[in-house]
């Protein structure tokens, strides 16, 4: 076996070693609003001397391009200068079309400088654009962007690492929103918490991302009901001139990605992928079996210079089963056995936009539908052989279909977005499941079918001074539904926001946005009844959930590769839905596999979230990436019954990562990930509650004590991923492997102990089971490997 690997190696590097490929890199430059071509525009490769000029056509060619991952710099009289994407040349001639922005003045009497970094006149502060490249070859990442996004600041990161649970700002996984080119998807998870978001493993395949505007706060008006961050993928487009094909073979998973034309007017990108997740989580020896599938695709087509349409669509089906097989299960394993249920999800998104480019105004249109079937099953001590052992039996679906028009108007430098939105959402459910409450066990049964109408409007006026050194912003939004009274006035959803960015010195700016951001509680908290049938949280008469944020802070940029930012923020959490059973905020949970809002709610919780962060990032420049991010953060509600505040479970403290990676020659990068999470509070478990024989037969698992709530915190987790890629570039074809370490450091991490029914009666009290603590210790290095081959 190792000689026939070392064989294929040395055919490999041989054919490598023939010759040295080069390729071109086409395309096009046009103006953004009236979509004509601009001649004579001057392009070069970023960093670098290469260049060529546009024709009178606007067309450009720069050959000889050896392949590699790549950004242009463009630049044109008359128009702000411009740093794209990053791209890779591969196997073929790379194609791209690059749309300028007119400049309210000639760059002869100003002058802009060229970036990367991004900012939009809106959101100057809070916004991090991520490239594919740190998507791609992030450490211990896997491909997966709800990892990438671990290395910026704010974010909080699961130290167990098999949950991709987005925790900003010390904010909860319910209280983010995710788009693909426009068009709103439910969730980014497979085996996602309803009425939350995390999950195992990413939905959307990375190498179909282009890159991604993570939001942290200062929330554009056209994207509502998200208090704590927003992700906006954006997609690549399929290839105008050849048809490329690529095999993904994956630590978790192989697929196939296909993009490419269909005449001069349409492009495609799709890809599917098959998982095999549950054989590594059996490697591992983990307590539960996932298996997902998952495929999407985006199709543009261009009517003309003035008219296109995307079509885009997402789906995956996911399976759960147990690893039942007990032996060599840690005490810790068999807990999760016992307790987690069997989850089958089904989700989809499609959706289309339409846009109208009219001179100094765009017309989007945008119309999708969405739909989450989940489905969890749970019998007690995992035996079927009777269905009196079944305690959970819960079936929901949620389907939305939003419509959302959009017009874009620039003004010399001010810029109107106005716009609205409707929508309707089906909720279905169907519960049989067995509770204790009020010290008595019940089976709590009863179906639900909700159809809600939700409607907004939104609008922003924004001035950009034309050498950039201000900008401000004034937006407003309302929402409102037909669920209640308590939600169907608009005028009580006003969210207004406000943004500032100027210039103090050289390359120094201070940026800053207030605002007011509302969110629906979820469909599950909605649709909530009781076994009489009523309509509970109806009756409880809850409300949009609001936060207010203020954000402030400084940036450098000591060169066009480097940004250094220190932001401050402050967000104060009202109407927040809080447990009538607990009496804790719902915001506080969410980060299992359980679904989340399923109980009786009202809106009175309240709650802070308020923090500084340091972020260092060198971009792409000398062959280097690295990004290096501080966060303290305080996530605090307060106590209904004394009015004190006390911490959230998101209240980790201090967050700190240092990630890099770093392309050495003949197509080897190295990367590396460093991360620290401060610990997380926790609830002690509630022994005597827990060892009662109704109450641990009821839900076959122990109740946390609700009067110690958080009280205890857990240790500082550290860990280290590494990673290797090498590439190989052919005619016509590419080959790619990387190896990555996930926890190189074999760092253990220990959990908060639980507690478990041994099922032996307690001799000294017959209505008890004897009770078994549980340490939880986890950590293991977990290497993996991968190829591609695209051709």
């Known amino acids: 076996m190792k000689r026939a690997i070392l064989l294929i190696a ?11 490929i080069t390729h071109a890199i086409k395309g096009n430059i046009i103006d953004k609003k009236t979509r004509e071509p601009i001649p004579y525009t001057n392009v070069i490769i970023w960093n670098t001397t290469t260049g060529a000029q546009s024709d009178s056509l606007g067309s450009f060619i720069l050959l000889k391009v050896k392949p590699g991952t790549y950004r242009l710099q463009v630049s044109s009289i008359g128009y702000n200068p411009y740093i794209s994407s990053e791209f890779m040349v591969s196997s073929k001639d790379k194609y791209i079309t690059i749309e300028l922005e007119e400049n309210s003045k000639q760059l002869g009497e100003i002058t802009v400088k060229a970036t990367p970094f991004r900012k939009a006149a809106e959101s100057p502060i809070a916004l991090r654009v991520i490239g594919f490249t740190e998507i791609e070859k992030s450490a211990g990442a896997n491909r997966d962007i709800s990892r990438v996004i671990q290395s910026f600041p704010g974010v909080a990161s699961s130290p167990a690492g098999y949950r991709n649970d987005l925790i900003v700002r010390g904010g909860g996984p319910s209280e983010n929103r995710y788009y693909i080119d426009g068009v709103e998807i439910p969730n980014i998870n497979h085996f996602a918490t309803q009425g939350a978001s995390g999950g195992p493993v990413g939905i959307i395949n990375a190498e179909l991302i282009r890159e991604t505007d993570f939001y942290s706060g200062a929330f554009p008006a056209n994207k509502n009901n998200a208090m704590s961050s927003v992700l906006d993928f954006k997609l690549k487009d399929g290839s105008t001139e050849e048809h490329n094909n690529s095999f993904v073979l994956g630590s978790s998973d ?26 590594l989580f059996k490697a591992l020896n983990l307590p539960f079996l996932p298996t997902f599938t998952d495929a999407q695709f985006k199709t543009k087509i261009k009517f003309d210079k003035k008219n296109e349409l995307t079509l885009l669509g997402l789906g995956a089906i996911d399976n759960m089963t147990l690893n039942t097989d007990t032996v060599g299960q840690t005490d810790a394993n068999k807990y999760i056995i016992t307790t987690l249920p069997i989850i089958r999800q089904n989700t989809y998104t499609l959706g289309a936009v339409y846009k109208h480019f009219a001179g100094k105004q765009v017309q989007t249109l945008v119309l999708s539908t969405n739909r989450l079937f989940n489905e969890n099953t749970k019998y007690r001590n995992n035996d079927e052989s009777s269905a009196a052992n079944k305690i959970l039996d819960y079936r929901s679906s949620e389907q939305e279909t939003k419509l959302r028009f959009e017009n874009s108007s620039r003004m010399n430098s001010f810029r109107l977005i106005s716009g609205a939105n409707a929508e309707v959402a089906s909720y279905y459910n169907r519960t049989n499941q067995q509770l204790y409450v009020n010290n008595q066990s019940l ?3 009863y179906a639900t079918d909700l159809t809600i109408f939700k409607y907004g409007l939104f609008g922003s006026l924004s001035y950009e001074q034309p050498d950039g050194r201000f900008t401000a912003s004034l937006g407003v939004r309302t929402d409102a539904n037909s669920y209640s009274s308590e939600m169907n006035n608009p005028l009580k959803q006003l969210s207004p926001r406000f943004s500032l960015s100027y210039q103090l010195a050289q390359n120094l700016f201070i940026n800053g946005n207030v605002g007011r951001y509302y969110q629906l509680p979820s469909y599950t908290v909605l649709g909530y009844k009781d076994n009489n049938g009523i309509v509970i949280n109806r009756a409880n008469r809850v409300k949009y959930i609001y936060s207010d944020q203020i954000v402030v802070g400084f940036e450098h940029r000591p060169a066009n590769y480097i940004r250094l930012t220190l932001e401050g923020f402050y967000k104060k959490y009202e109407n927040g839905l809080l447990s009538l059973a607990d009496s804790i905020p719902l915001s506080s949970k969410g980060n299992d596999y359980n679904v989340l809002g399923t109980e009786s709610v009202n809106s009175t919780a309240q709650g802070r979230a308020y923090g500084l962060e340091l972020l260092a990032r060198w971009f792409g420049y000398k062959n280097l990436n690295l990004i290096a991010a501080y966060t303290y953060v305080r996530s605090e509600f307060k106590n209904p019954k004394t009015g ?12 700190f ?17 460093f991360r620290a999470v401060g610990g997380a509070p ?10 009662l024989k109704s109450a641990w037969d009821a839900q076959n698992r122990p109740y946390l004590d609700y009067s110690r709530y958080n009280t205890l915190r857990l240790k500082t987790f550290t860990q280290l991923d590494m990673r290797v890629d090498k590439t190989y570039f052919f005619n016509k074809w590419m080959f790619v492997f990387y190896f990555d370490i996930q926890n190189a450091m074999n760092t253990k991490y220990n ?8 099922g032996i ?21 977990v290497p993996s490997i991968g190829i591609m081959v695209e051709f």
């Open 10 to 20: 040395l055919i490999i590097n041989g054919l490598y070693s023939f010759g040295q």
């Open 254 to 279: 192989f697929g196939f990605n296909t993009d490419g034309h269909i005449g001069k007017k349409v492009t495609y990108i799709a890809s599917i992928r098959q998982s095999y997740l549950q054989y």
């Open 443 to 445: 089976l709590l049964k």
């Open 644 to 655: 004190n505040y006390i911490p959230s479970s998101w209240d980790n403290r201090h967050l």
């Open 657 to 673: 990562t240092l990630t890099g990676g770093y392309t050495l020659p003949r197509n080897w990068v190295i990367g590396a990930k």
């Open 682 to 691: 926790y609830t002690p478990y509630d022994v005597e509650k827990s060892s």
């Open 751 to 758: 959990q908060a102990p639980v507690i478990t029914s041994t």
């Open 761 to 781: 009666t307690d001799p000294a009290n017959p209505d008890k089971y004897i009770m078994k603590n549980i340490n939880q210790r986890n950590g293991t290095i």
